[in-house]
């Protein structure tokens, strides 16, 4: 029989799937690594397992114990998909600006989930990681997975999805784009593939233009669960532990109507549905595209579906209250720029 016993032997081993509609005018190939294939229905399923791992190793996770986590979601749906399939709690602080199909999920997964403001800085008691660490504390049995801090999120990519990549692409890749939300997907991808090929792949970031990641003045975006927002009262924007700045040889700056028209033309053009964060490293890949040639060969990880934002991303009505309504009769082809 070709079975498997567990959905955690699903984590990882994602396709690559070459884009050839939105590409239309590069002269580099540009292929997408599709993580909505786990089994968690993200990226996140990879540091997910392999932080429950650890935990279990250590000793910091027993049976009946409870996973506490900060999450915008993703982070959440992996952890809950694991939690599930060997046994233990679930209690996530997620953000308001997470989608409501992202917080469904946790729910459908049995977690329980609690619903942080978006706009208090981060010392305040009720911000999403106060409010984890908090729940951690009071929980008997409680493990707070802490993936800004994990050192076990960047590492996972760099066990998995960069060798992936490379073994894909039979070292072929050249330049390889990702979002940076807790930093642990380009650090850990990023440092395997420029150490596989001797320091020749190019790790460019595709970033929110008002993230603080990329220089921007850190004003709200749109997108989720990528970029660095600074809240007016923040004492000081300090990176993540998951986040190697080094690591990323330069950004892409991407206003928040590129990257939702990008991931509505995916799902249009390419008849890949996938989330707005997609959107983003789609169009940071076809703005570093536009300067390559013919041997150059572009990998963009595209980290979840677009199932999660139904009821964002891809409904009119939200776009137009967000004043981005894609102009009437406007051609999905996109052929006009950002
Ligand atoms: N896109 C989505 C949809 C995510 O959930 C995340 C992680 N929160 C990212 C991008 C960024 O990945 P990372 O945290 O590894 O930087």
Request: net charge negative; charged share 25%; proline share 7%.
């Amino acid at each position: 029989m070709s079975v498997h016993e567990s959905p955690l032997d699903l984590v990882g081993g994602t396709p690559l799937v070459r884009l050839r509609r939105v590409t239309g005018g590069l002269d580099c190939a540009v292929y997408a690594k599709l993580e909505s294939a786990n089994p968690g229905g993200g990226a996140k399923d990879r540091i997910a397992a392999a932080m429950v791992d650890d935990a279990e190793e250590r000793g910091l996770l027993r049976p009946g114990g409870t996973i506490v986590e900060a999450t915008s979601g993703n982070t959440g749906a992996g952890l809950a998909m694991v939690a599930a399939a060997r046994g233990y709690r679930c209690v996530f602080a997620i953000p308001e600006k997470s989608s409501r199909e992202k917080v469904a999920v946790l729910r459908a997964f049995g977690a329980d989930v609690v619903v942080c403001p978006s706009g208090v800085p981060p010392q305040d008691p009720a911000h999403v990681r106060a409010t984890a660490v908090r729940l951690a504390e009071e929980i008997p049995g409680a493990w707070l997975a802490d993936q800004y801090n994990n050192p076990r999120n960047p590492e996972a990519h760099y066990r998995t999805t960069g060798p992936e990549i490379w073994k894909q692409t039979r070292g072929r890749i050249t330049h390889f784009v990702a979002g940076v939300g807790t930093g642990g997907t380009i650090t850990g991808t990023g440092r395997f593939l420029k150490e596989a090929s001797g320091g020749a792949v190019t790790v460019v970031g595709a970033d929110p233009e008002a993230s603080v990641y990329s220089g921007g003045d850190g004003r709200p975006y749109l997108v989720e669960s990528i970029g660095h927002f600074r809240h007016p009262d923040a004492a000081e924007d300090r990176w993540p532990e998951s986040y190697d700045p080094a690591v990323v040889d330069r950004f892409e700056r991407i206003p928040d109507r590129e990257s939702l028209r990008t991931a509505r033309r995916l799902a249009r053009e390419e008849g890949l549905l996938v989330g707005g964060s997609s959107g983003t490293a789609v169009a940071g890949a076809l703005r570093l595209g536009a300067g390559l040639g013919p041997d150059d060969l572009v990998v963009v990880l595209l980290p979840d579906s677009g199932h999660l934002y139904l009821s964002k991303v891809f409904d009119d009505g939200w776009l137009a209250e967000q004043g981005l309504a894609e102009p009437a009769g406007a051609e999905p082809a996109g052929a006009e720029g950002p």
